[in-house]
């Protein structure tokens, strides 16, 4: 079974960016995807990436978030800019084991393997 890790995480002012990675123990020919969930709220979805690159995410997450994906480095990405307080949260990489085709899906309770988490905490 496939494991995930994710770095990247840290302190970070408000305004400032970030690139978080989550690389894959073999080669992940899946949906990958970023989640984040702050304290007593649930697992939302940032933005998930097929296998040949295509990406969806919430309207709500557009703009100041890029998925990315090296399948050569079994690693996705996340560029994060223009972070603010509300940003702060552990952000989780995950995968679906299953044929998805194109089109990923956007559920959190979907992907079926986590990783550990990164946290990432926006100071103002």
């Known amino acids: 079974q496939v494991q995930l890790m994710e770095s990247g995480g840290g302190s970070v002012q408000a305004g400032g960016s970030l690139r978080l990675s989550c690389v894959a123990s073999?080669?992940?020919?899946?949906?990958m995807g970023w989640f984040r969930q702050a304290p007593g709220k649930d697992r939302d979805v940032i933005a998930v990436?097929?296998?040949?690159?295509?990406?969806r995410s919430p309207d709500s997450m557009k703009g100041r978030f890029a998925i990315s994906r090296d399948n050569l480095k079994s690693t996705i990405y996340l560029h994060m800019s223009s972070l603010n307080v509300e940003d702060t949260a552990k952000y989780f990489c995950?995968?679906?084991?299953?044929?998805?085709?194109?089109?990923?899906?956007?559920?959190?309770?979907?992907?079926?393997?986590w990783g550990p988490g990164t946290q990432v905490t926006v100071s103002g």
């Open positions: 073999t080669s992940n020919e899946y949906c």
């Open positions: 990436i097929s296998p040949a690159g295509g990406t």
């Open positions: 995950g995968t679906y084991q299953r044929d998805a085709g194109p089109r990923c899906p956007l559920t959190p309770h979907a992907y079926n393997i």
